[in-house]
Nanobody, 124 residues
Framework: QLVESGGGSVQAGGSLRLSCMVS???????MGWFRQAPGKEREAVAK???????????ADSVKGRFTIIMSHVNGKSTMNLQMNSLEPEDTAMYFC??????????????????WGQGTQVTVS
């Protein structure tokens, strides 16, 4: 089960931190953050492996601004997306997803089995 939080509205140049609480069997699987803007296809933002926390993919459009982080504390696992220097082009619904078949490259969102409900990020 995946539950996102942390979206909201922010001015350009600002920051937001998205969180995704992860429960269930996800050991050794790929997890990721995706986004979908109105009228556009869903795209991968960043991906990592749940257990090793190795980051396999970060979209060129967010490199240097977004950081994906996995946290395992007191038996609870959270996948975070720290978003800095936000731009209006980052406006989208953001989703966490996993487990996924492939972690390298942008891939196909259809490779991921479970999705959170999404959280809206609006940058003006």
């Amino acid at each position: 089960q995946l539950v996102e939080s942390g979206g909201g509205s922010v001015q350009a140049g600002g920051s937001l931190r998205l969180s995704c609480m992860v429960s269930g069997s996800t050991d050794t699987h790929c997890m990721g953050w995706f986004r979908q803007a109105p009228g556009k296809e869903r795209e991968a933002v960043a991906k990592l492996y749940f257990d090793t926390e190795y980051i396999y993919y970060v979209a060129d459009s967010v490199k240097g601004r977004f950081t994906i982080i996995m946290s395992h504390v007191n038996g609870k696992s959270t996948m975070n997306l720290q978003m800095n220097s936000l731009e209006p082009e980052d406006t989208a619904m953001y989703f966490c997803a996993g487990p996924g078949l492939y972690c390298t490259g942008a891939g196909d969102p259809a490779d991921f089995g479970n999705w959170g409900q999404g959280t809206q990020v609006t940058v003006s």
